[in-house]
């Protein structure tokens, strides 16, 4: 299991953290999300052998956020 903690712009919000937490705890291999709005960052725990990096990203920025 690996974990990642991504900088993310534009949550600010009740929605803005169901939205991120839902879309990205659809993904196959995400065991755990949590938003942290204060710190305007993305907390993900992950099996890497079933999702990427790249693909949680791509996930967050879909939802109309931004990833640094």
Same mark, same amino acid.
């Given at each position: 299991?690996?974990?990642?903690?991504?900088?993310?712009?534009?949550?600010?919000?009740?929605?803005?953290?169901?939205?991120?937490?839902?879309?990205?705890?659809?993904?196959? @291999? #995400? &065991?755990?999300?949590?938003?942290?709005? /204060?710190?305007?960052?993305?907390? +993900? =725990?992950?099996?890497?052998?079933?999702? @990427? #990096? &790249?693909?949680?990203?791509?996930?967050? /920025?879909?939802?109309?956020?931004? +990833? =640094?």
């Amino acid at each position: 299991m690996e974990n990642i903690t991504l900088n993310v712009k534009g949550m600010s919000c009740g929605h803005c953290v169901k939205a991120v937490e839902g879309s990205v705890g659809k993904l196959n @291999g #995400v &065991e755990r999300v949590l938003v942290d709005l /204060d710190k305007a960052q993305v907390h +993900v =725990e992950f099996n890497s052998s079933e999702v @990427g #990096v &790249e693909k949680i990203k791509e996930t967050i /920025d879909d939802q109309g956020y931004d +990833v =640094e």
